[in-house]
């Protein structure tokens, strides 16, 4: 590419997406913390179901707190040696919040118009209906059948399971966010599902209903750090054409 050509935005994202791989070994070098919030504060910016949001990013700051979840996660030497700790959080509830946030959003603005005011409130009240009565622990049963005798039925956001399975499914659009802007700056992670999720969740004082679906190390990789060439299924594979 010629110097005088400018940047596109797909060479930046390629490169962003290639640098990024799981490391598990963390140099002591710290992370600048106006870079850790301008991380956060692109994964926010992340698409949601309804754009509900209903997670939140718990930026492990305290030293002790820090190191209890760190071995809460089973003492992986990703999350002992990482510069900082992120953890997921999700729930329905946090959704429902978020609705009514919107909604406040959509009566006080003065840009919106009439089509969009009434298509946003439309949409809010569907999830509003989805999270409130469809939430109920009732429907499981009714869900458990209707899973078992068609599969596809199986990840609807009904029942107390399935709205915390939505909710952590959207969490987890804004975890790749946060990790493709920390490759983006040079930055590495690593996602962790195994750790104790009631320990972290007693750690942080969680509400009940609260889901953990991951927690992100992020630092700088070690010199040690175990680097192997990629390897991924043939796009064939992958791929489907219809």
């Avoid at 959207?170 to 009631?198: H, R, V």
């Amino acid at each position: 590419m010629n110097a005088s050509e400018p940047v596109r935005p797909w060479t930046v994202f390629q490169a962003a997406n290639r640098f990024r791989r799981v490391i598990r070994d963390f140099s002591p070098t710290p992370i600048p913390e106006q870079d850790v919030r301008a991380l956060l504060t692109e994964a926010a910016l992340a698409p949601s179901s309804g754009n509900l949001q209903p997670y939140q990013f718990h930026w492990l700051r305290d030293p002790s707190i820090k190191a209890r979840v760190a071995q809460a996660c089973n003492g992986q030497k990703a999350a002992m040696t990482a510069a900082e700790l992120i953890v997921v959080v999700a729930s329905p509830e946090l959704g429902r919040q978020t609705a009514l946030a919107q909604l406040e959003h959509i009566d006080t603005s003065d840009t919106l118009e009439q089509k969009f005011r009434d298509y946003h409130r439309a949409q809010i009240g569907k999830f509003q209906k989805i999270l409130g009565l469809g939430g109920s622990v009732w429907w499981w049963p009714l869900v458990f059948i209707a899973g078992w005798l068609r599969p596809s039925l199986s990840l609807l956001p009904v029942g107390h399971i399935g709205s915390r399975h939505w909710a952590a499914r959207n969490a987890t659009f804004a975890a790749q966010t946060l990790m493709l802007g920390a490759a983006a700056k040079g930055i590495d992670s690593c996602p962790m599902e195994g750790f104790s999720a009631p320990q972290v969740a007693k750690i942080l004082g969680l509400p009940r209903g609260s889901v953990v679906p991951l927690v992100i190390a992020l630092g700088y990789r070690a010199d040690s750090a175990r680097i192997e060439q990629r390897w991924r299924r043939e796009e064939g594979d992958v791929v489907i054409t219809h």
